[in-house]
């Protein structure tokens, strides 16, 4: 054997493997990287070759996720196996947005991810939604006039707000193609709204009956509260001679009704599907509901002491009111609970549900003559355990006001 053609073929593979080595493997550019997951997948990968000097035909190929790269070196024996790079695939760094939509085959506009109720956002809406203002200056007043007249306020089914949230949407929005349902965004926000309804009912009287203590002084807090609860003094324009047909004509309820409601449903869309014209006149019966339990939820805390107000002496700007809630001990869940005086279904349901019977009672032109007053205040400048008490006798604790 000829030692020299030994060496001879040790440098040839020696030559062979230098080539190999010397090959630089460029990574994937930044944009490539870039690229969404459902993108790269629908991409043809086209093997980019990179060549050596023409030669016989030795093929060693190395390839990657992206790219596949081929050399090609001279040899006329035979080479060692190829080697090849263990493949990995990437990662993208953008993920597809869980809030994305599009329209549907039929060509509804439609959220292709649902969320919880209470995550969703204005931005969460279909387009268009938010042009000219139309959403809040149209669509929530036109459904808190809706809301206004339902009987139970607590407790609206679904179903009910979702026909009457479609039939709004359809006036106020007739070229966007959307369906609401209850998975969707447009009914969330709403129902995030009708929760903001409820309890600015709350915090607005809280803010009236401080200021009337405050103006009050020379007679206790308390002693000016219980004197309204009695016989439910504080829907009447003089407590000390109740008139029965002047029920809700007391200025707190006149106030509250124009403040928390009134101010709500202006600019609100005729919707004659819900009767809207109807509604505008007269149709506030569960919002008069609300005056009256709130009124009577506040005028409570404040005799029960569970409201101080601060700094008597202080100026107006300077009056607060101090709020103590007291907490009880919860066996199911081992914590305290701060709920003993919450405004909730719970506790006031039963009481809301009796003081709108009451209103519907009253008829539709005394109800139209309660609303006409309450709208001149809009003119103005500046403008226990719930379980403790039967629900028969709950209701009927309102019998007389009527």
Not at 264 to 284: E, F, K, R, W, Y
Request: aromatic residues 8%; proline residues 4%.
């Amino acid at each position: 054997m000829d030692i020299t053609q030994g060496i001879s073929e040790e440098d040839d593979l020696l030559s062979l493997q230098e080539e190999i080595d010397d090959i630089v493997y460029e990574p994937a550019s930044d944009d490539e990287e870039a690229m969404q997951v459902d993108e790269i997948e629908d991409v043809v990968k086209k093997p980019i070759a990179v060549k050596t000097q023409q030669a016989n035909t030795v093929k060693v190929s190395h390839t990657t996720a992206t790219t596949s790269v081929g050399t090609v070196s001279h040899c006329d024996n035979k080479v060692p196996p190829s080697k090849k790079a263990k493949t990995t695939h990437m990662k993208s760094e953008h993920p597809a947005s869980t809030t994305s939509a599009g329209p549907k085959g039929d060509g509804n506009w439609v959220e292709l991810v649902s969320k919880a109720h209470s995550t969703y956002l204005n931005t969460d809406l279909p387009p268009g939604c938010h042009e000219d203002g139309k959403w809040a200056r149209q669509f929530l007043p036109t459904v808190f006039l809706w809301l206004s007249a339902q009987d139970e306020l607590w407790t609206i089914t679904d179903a009910k707000l979702l026909h009457a949230c479609q039939e709004i949407f359809k006036v106020v929005f007739p070229n966007i193609q959307y369906k609401v349902v209850t998975s969707g965004s447009v009914f969330s926000v709403v129902t995030q709204h009708v929760s903001e309804w409820h309890s600015n009912f709350g915090l607005t009287v809280l803010t009236m009956v401080i200021d009337f203590l405050n103006s009050n002084r020379d007679t206790s807090p308390q002693t000016l509260t219980r004197l309204f609860l009695d016989e439910f003094a504080f829907l009447y324009p003089d407590p000390e001679n109740i008139n029965k047909a002047e029920t809700f004509h007391s200025a707190f309820v006149q106030e509250l009704l124009a403040t928390a409601h009134l101010a709500q449903i202006i600019g609100h869309a005729d919707v004659p599907a819900l009767d809207t014209n109807t509604l505008a006149d007269s149709g506030i019966t569960g919002a008069l509901g609300l005056c009256a339990v709130s009124l009577k939820h506040t005028f409570t805390l404040v005799t029960d002491n569970t409201i101080v107000v601060d700094n008597p002496e202080a100026p107006v700007a300077g009056q607060k009111a101090c709020l103590k809630t007291p907490k009880s001990f919860n066996k199911v869940t081992r914590k305290e609970m701060a709920t003993e005086h919450a405004f909730s279904i719970a506790k006031w349901g039963l009481k809301t549900a009796s003081f709108i019977q009451g209103a519907n009672k009253k008829g539709v032109e005394s109800i139209w003559l309660t609303m006409s007053m309450a709208y001149k205040y809009l003119k103005k400048p500046g403008f226990n355990n719930h379980n403790s008490l039967d629900s028969v006798d709950e209701m009927d604790n309102c019998a007389d006001i009527w």
